[in-house]
């Protein structure tokens, strides 16, 4: 009998200090909604952290910019007010200009080529970059290739670019890009682009697939052309103070929960494009699909030459050559 409550007793105190020690809750945020390739990615993430850490840690998911948009979500990764933040590549070059390289239009041939490029050594190297800038970056994940919408007309061609007015990312490649399709660009938090839209502020934006179906982009956009003109990564950044304060044990497992997260977010992002254009269709977009992609980078060549002097051929064919 006594020995059977010294059991319970201990089982008891063993169970309260489980508690105790699972109540490290933290922060991780997105721009769009919680049914998307990016919520399955923090989803996935929070779920693996937990269970990888038997529950030490837990990881409470905001979407739909509920603490901001990814500028000021990645913000506050760096200054430790928030400790996660998964967010496109959009806003990253502000904080760490190496990773502006993976944003050049038409640098990469197809999703495959992409990932291969990430999970291999030169999107390692660059992973390692954030360390000296106060993050820790777990892994890469993907929004996928961006099109262009618009409410005004069919893009068929370059010049049916000329004179659109449209929402970009806070990104000096995509506005330099844009600019060299005569587009009159206005860079704009993620946050704000529906209600941009809907007002007419401006004529179109740019997005992957997987984010206009999820933002629900068709409401307020007629006009979509496959241009697949730029291929959008996204990153899971940790506050590098936080993610060093861990056990050897307990960063192993939030970088394979990050993997684990990006694993769901590409299938997310797969099964997106497979089926999006029907979907799209049946909410009412023209989708033009048949575009001659050769006269898209053409009328790119003159910016791609100056982002050739400024990333270096060699670095852009160090990428254009893996397989
Ligand atoms: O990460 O800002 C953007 O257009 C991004 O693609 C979007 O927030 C999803």
Known sequence: MK????VLGLGLALGLAATAAAQTTMKISISTAQNSHQGIAIDTFAKEVEKRTQGRYKVQAFYNGALGGERESIEAVQLGTQELAFSSTGPVPNFVPETKILDVPFLFRDKAHARAVLDGPIGQELLTKFDAKGF????WAE???????NSKRDVK???DLKGLKMRTMENPVHVAAYKGFGIITTPMAFPEVFTALQQGTVDGQE??????????FDQVQKHLSLTGHVYSPCIFVMNKGVFDKLSAADKQAFIDAAKEGTKANRARVDEDDAKG?????????TVIDTLDKARF???????NAEFEKQFGKANLDRIRDVK
């Open 297 to 303: 980078v053409a009328a790119l060549a003159p910016v």
């Open 277 to 285: 254009v029907a979907d799209l269709r049946a909410k009412g977009m």
């Open 157 to 159: 061609t370059p010049e």
């Open 3 to 6: 020995l059977h409550r010294l």
């Open 207 to 216: 997005n992957p697939l997987s984010v206009i179906i999820s933002a629900k």
């Open 136 to 139: 820790k970056a777990l892994a």
């Open 143 to 149: 929004n996928g290739f961006r099109h262009m919408t």
